[in-house]
Structures are given as structure tokens and as C-alpha cells.
């Protein structure tokens, strides 16, 4: 069993240990060949994360795609990184929920941040003594636009901390979610809300469901945590909102492009705090990706379907 693989060294040999199977270090992008025994492919993003309506996709290999390959694995739970073509010519699988954790994890610091301010308290000199109240994070409303692996991890932590959850939802909510709140329009849920989670994947559907028409429903001083894709957040009514105090706080682990260029505002705004598209990135993710590898390794040979298989329009 020869594997192929887009991802770093570290989880290469990790795969490789798990299976006793020999993994291939590729480069990203479209792969222009593969060897013969290659059967699967490890596949990172064939390009960054732009606003893919208005950026070409990059082309099929000129010939012999798709080589060898009787399936792709992919290392994001997003499909909008890859072109129509690379979705199409065998099984495709996604990582889906190998990174909700820590993305919740990152959600709830943020929030911390956000609340307590704690890089405000520590002191170095008695002079600094001064006690300073903490507002609570009980009781408030966290909002969740997207109701996935990633959705419910920030839930689950969120409720153990004490605030409200309330998901856009508007197709029939799930049995078997206590204490959670689902709401049917984008503005029910933005009219609630304190901290708000686009958690949503990159689509038509999604796309600026923050837009002028949908933020004039806000509640006041809302913080925006954005850990989906910046094809959600209209930049320009964004903006508007954050200027007019609408928005009181946005942190945004995504946007739209990536990188931004430089002197855009989001870079320098007080109220605006950009992170590198990193609170998926960590060994907890890449082990739990080996995990996946193997156990879909194990469905393909068995000629049962894959975990979270792509159904490419």
C-alpha cells in the first residue's frame, strides 16, 4: 500500500506508523503524477481560501489524472478549496469534525478574551494595586450559524460555562439538544445574541448572510467570531456596522482573501482582531485526521462507504 500525501512530515510518519504503510511526501497543488502504486491521496487545499467566485480554479492535470487513485482524502471539512474536477473522478472524503475541538476551544478563549480582558489585569508594581470587577460570562447568548461538528463542540462548552445557546436552524431542530434555542431567521438569532459563531460552511447559501440588510437586527455591541470562511461577513457592511458601534468586538480566524492585502482596515481597527486561519492547526487534528485515514482505509477495502463522503454536485 503506497499512500500520497500534501501534509507535513509529522503526519506522514504518523499515518505511516498507524497503517505500517509506506506514505509519499508530495507537493500541494494539482499533482501532475503520481506513482503506479499510489492508490490514495492525502490532499491538502489546491488553493488558499479567496473569494472563490471570482478567482479562477486551478486546471486538471494536463493528462493522467486521476492517475492510479481509487480515493482522496481530504484534510479540510470544506470542499470549496478544491475544483469541480478533483471532486469528480474518484471518492472523495472530507475531515470533517477532526478539528471541532480545538476550534471550540478557540472559540471559548476568545470569548474569555473578550469578556475578562484578562492581558489588562496583571500588575508589576504595587502602585498598579487596584481591584477590578469581572463582568460574567454566565448568562449570556452565544448564536451559532452552523450546527455541524464544530457547532455542537462550541455548544456542548459554551453550556458548561453557563451561557445561552441559540443555533440558526431552519430546517426542524434535532432531537435530543437540551437548553438549546433554535431560531429560523438569521435576524431572530442576530436580535439575541452577544457572541456570534459563523461556523457555517463556505456556499451560495451562505454566502454574506452578515450583509447590511441582515445586520440591521443586531443586537447592539455584538462580538463576531468568525472560524468558517470570510464568504460569510460582507466586508463593506461589516464595516459600516463596526463604525456605527454595532458591533462592538469582531475576531475573525478567516477572511475574505487570504491574506488580506496590506492596509486593510480589519489590520488596524481597534475593534477588529484577524488571526491567521489558525485555530484548526495543531498534532490534536493531524492525529485525529491519521484516525480517519485509517478507518475509511478500512470501509474502502471493505466496499463500505466512506465517512463523510463528498457528493459533488
Excluded: C
Excluded at 154 to 176: F, I, M, T
Aim: aromatic share 6%; glycine share 8%.
Amino acid at each position: 500500500m503506497l499512500i500520497a500525501s500534501q501534509l507535513e512530515p509529522f503526519f506522514n510518519a504518523a499515518l505511516a506508523e498507524r497503517l505500517g504503510a509506506e506514505v509519499l511526501p508530495i507537493a500541494r497543488g494539482a499533482p501532475h503524477a503520481l506513482p503506479g502504486e499510489a492508490r490514495v491521496l492525502v490532499a491538502a487545499p489546491l488553493f488558499g481560501v479567496p473569494d472563490v467566485a471570482h478567482l479562477p480554479h486551478p486546471a486538471a492535470p494536463p493528462q493522467g489524472w486521476p492517475f492510479n487513485l481509487d480515493w482522496i482524502q481530504l484534510v479540510s471539512s470544506g470542499i470549496d478549496h478544491y475544483p469541480k474536477w478533483f471532486l469528480e473522478a474518484v471518492p472523495v472524503s472530507t475531515a470533517r469534525g477532526v478539528a471541532a475541538e480545538p476550534i471550540a476551544e478557540f472559540v471559548i478563549g476568545a470569548i474569555f478574551e473578550a469578556v475578562k480582558q484578562l492581558h489588562t489585569v496583571w500588575i508589576h508594581s504595587p502602585e498598579a494595586w487596584r481591584i477590578r470587577p469581572f463582568p460574567p460570562l454566565a448568562g449570556s447568548t452565544i448564536g451559532l450559524v452552523g450546527y455541524g461538528a464544530i457547532g455542537r463542540a462550541v455548544a456542548r462548552k459554551a453550556q458548561g460555562l453557563g451561557l445561552k445557546v441559540h443555533v440558526l436552524r431552519r430546517s426542524p431542530p434535532p432531537e435530543g439538544e437540551p437548553g438549546v434555542v433554535f431560531e429560523r431567521t438569521i435576524e431572530d438569532l442576530l436580535a439575541v445574541t452577544d457572541h456570534l459563531v459563523l461556523a457555517a460552511p463556505g456556499t451560495p447559501q451562505t454566502r454574506h448572510i452578515l450583509n447590511a440588510e441582515s445586520l440591521k437586527a443586531v443586537k447592539p455591541g455584538v462580538h463576531v467570531i468568525n472560524i468558517a470562511r470570510g464568504s460569510l461577513i460582507d466586508d463593506d457592511a461589516f464595516l459600516a456596522a463596526i463604525a456605527d458601534g454595532r458591533i462592538g468586538l469582531a475576531t475573525l480566524d478567516t477572511t475574505t482573501p487570504e491574506p488580506l492585502p496590506a492596509g486593510h482596515p480589519y489590520y488596524t481597527l481597534p475593534q477588529v482582531r484577524v488571526s491567521p486561519h489558525t485555530s484548526a492547526i495543531g498534532i490534536a487534528p493531524r492525529l485525529a485526521l491519521v484516525e480517519k485515514v485509517a478507518a475509511n482505509l478500512e470501509r474502502w477495502s471493505a466496499g463500505t462507504p466512506l465517512l463523510d463522503a463528498v457528493h459533488a454536485a
